[in-house]
C-alpha cells in the first residue's frame, strides 16, 4: 500500500529565509508525486508534481521540489519566502486510478 | 474557465438529518473524487468516480454515507442519520484520466 508521511506539522520561519518541507512516501510501485497548498477556508491548489524526468520539478510561486528514489523523498523548497506563502502544504502519491494519498499536512508560518 | 464547485459552502444541521452535497465539475473532466477533511484525520479518500461509475468506493465510512454521479457530470454525496464526527469540510476534485486533480473549495459540515 502507498503512504506518505510529513513529519513536520509546523515550521515557522521568517520573511525572506529559505524553507524546506519534508515528504517521504512509501510505495512499491512507480509513483506519481504531489504538492498542494491550501490557504484559509479555501480548496487545495496545485504546486507541482512529479510525474516522470527530471527529478528537480519546479512550480508555482517559485517552489520547487526534487524527487529522491534512493531516498523515498520530495521534499519541497523555496528559497525566500514571504508573508502570503502562509499556508497548509499537503505532499500526496497517486496510484493506478490517479487517487491521491495525502500526508497529513504542514503548516507554513511566515513570521514578519 | 470555471472551477470544481460546489455547494452548498457551509451546511449546519442537527443530529440525525440527512443532507445532500452537491458537487459540479470541470466540464469534460471524466474522474470524479470526494475527500473529507477533519482535524486530527488529515484528508481522507472517500469514493472515486470515472464517468458514472464508482469502481472505488473504499474510503466511505459507514453504510450511512453513499454517492451518485449523473450524466458524467455532477456528483451528489449523501449522509444519512448525520452523526456529530460527520463534521467536517467535503472537497470534491476532478480531473481528465491520468491528469492532476483539480479541487473545489468544498462545504464545511457542521452537526450540532
Known amino acids: 500500500a502507498q503512504s506518505v508521511t510529513q513529519l513536520d506539522s509546523q515550521v515557522p520561519v521568517f520573511e525572506e529565509a529559505p524553507v524546506e518541507l519534508r515528504c517521504n512516501y512509501s510505495s512499491s510501485v512507480s509513483v506519481y508525486l504531489f504538492w498542494y497548498v491550501q490557504y484559509p477556508n479555501q480548496g487545495l491548489q496545485l504546486l507541482l508534481k512529479y510525474l516522470s524526468g527530471s527529478t528537480l520539478v519546479k512550480g508555482i510561486n517559485g517552489f520547487e521540489a526534487e524527487f529522491n528514489k534512493s531516498q523515498t523523498s520530495f521534499h519541497l523548497r523555496k528559497p525566500s519566502v514571504h508573508i502570503s506563502d502562509t499556508a497548509e502544504y499537503f505532499c500526496?502519491?497517486?496510484?493506478?486510478?490517479?487517487?491521491?494519498?495525502f500526508g497529513t499536512g504542514t503548516l507554513l508560518a511566515v513570521q514578519p | 474557465g470555471a472551477g470544481v464547485s460546489q455547494s452548498p459552502s457551509n451546511k449546519v444541521t442537527e443530529k440525525g438529518k440527512d443532507v445532500e452535497l452537491r458537487c459540479d465539475p470541470i466540464s469534460g473532466h471524466t474522474a470524479l473524487y470526494w475527500y473529507r477533511q477533519s482535524l486530527g484525520q488529515g484528508l481522507e479518500f472517500l469514493i472515486y468516480?470515472?464517468?458514472?461509475?464508482?469502481?472505488?468506493k473504499s474510503g466511505l465510512p459507514s453504510d450511512r454515507f453513499s454517492a451518485e454521479r449523473t450524466g458524467g457530470s455532477v456528483s451528489t454525496l449523501t449522509i444519512q442519520r448525520t452523526q456529530q464526527e460527520d463534521s467536517a469540510v467535503y472537497l470534491c476534485?476532478?480531473?481528465?484520466?491520468?491528469?492532476?486533480?483539480?479541487f473545489g473549495n468544498g462545504t464545511r459540515l457542521t452537526v450540532t
Open positions: 500526496a502519491v497517486s496510484d493506478a486510478t490517479n487517487k491521491l494519498i
Open positions: 476534485a476532478s480531473s481528465p484520466t491520468n491528469s492532476p486533480l483539480h
Open positions: 468516480f470515472q464517468g458514472n461509475s464508482a469502481p472505488d
